[in-house]
């Protein structure tokens, strides 16, 4: 079946290191998202793509990148994690008619 | 920019009676998706209904049912027969009809079901 799939699903991580967080779906969706989960915000986008080489900043992209080699992969980076990047992540697929497929989320705390 | 409310951070209902979650939304587009999703303790989300707003009739999928009021830019959802699986983080969540395609999420209504 097809998926999406996210790695590491927690990750402990100290003030200042670079982090990668890890999306892969087999679904060839076009479409690829990366959301951040925060009590009292719902998920805000950070990142998307379009399509491979197509990268787009959400509202709360700073701290944050992302690549689009290939269509099955958007990997997240946290060029110098904060505190503040303590969140859960999450990953999301789509086609241009449709909703969205998410992963089960990634668990990042910042120390 | 687009934006969507929901103004009920906690609900509760009895299990088997029925609950009605509120979302608003703002948009100056004339067509759009909304969703609602709905994510368990597993974390996962889940699409519980979707509506095209073109589309006058009301969605249903099964036990849930969504009141959309375009011109109010309303866009709540109903759960009848309340079940104990149904306790779960719900958001409600806006989409454009063409060019961007990324979705706005509200800030969720935890639902806890009593028994």
């Known amino acids: 079946d097809a998926e999406i799939t996210q790695s590491p699903r927690h990750k402990i991580t100290e003030t200042g290191r670079q982090v990668t967080l890890a999306c892969h779906q087999t679904w060839n969706h076009n479409n690829m998202f990366w959301y951040r989960q925060d009590l009292g915000h719902g998920l805000r986008l950070i990142h998307y793509?379009?399509?491979?080489?197509?990268?787009n900043k959400g509202e709360v992209s700073d701290g944050y990148s992302v690549s689009r080699s290939n269509t099955e992969d958007l990997p997240l980076t946290l060029e110098s994690a904060a505190s503040s990047q303590t969140s859960v992540y999450f990953c999301?697929?789509?086609?241009?008619?449709?909703?969205?497929?998410f992963g089960e989320g990634s668990r990042l705390t910042v120390l | 920019a687009q934006t969507v409310t929901q103004s009920q951070p906690e609900m509760s209902v009895q299990e088997a009676e029925t609950v009605t979650l509120s979302c608003t939304y703002d948009t100056s587009e004339s067509d759009y998706y909304l969703f609602w999703y709905k994510q368990p303790p597993s974390r996962q989300m889940i699409l519980v209904i979707r509506q095209e707003a073109y589309k006058q009739q009301n969605a249903t999928e099964n036990r849930f049912s969504v009141n959309f009021q375009k011109a109010a830019k309303s866009f709540s959802l109903k759960i009848s027969d309340s079940q104990l699986g149904d306790a779960a983080m719900y958001f409600c969540?806006?989409?454009?009809?063409?060019?961007?395609?990324?979705?706005?999420f509200g800030q969720g209504t935890r639902l806890t079901i009593n028994p």
């Open positions: 999301a697929s789509s086609i241009n008619t449709g909703e969205l497929f």
């Open positions: 969540a806006y989409r454009p009809w063409g060019g961007a395609q990324k979705l706005v």
């Open positions: 793509s379009y399509g491979v080489q197509d990268t």
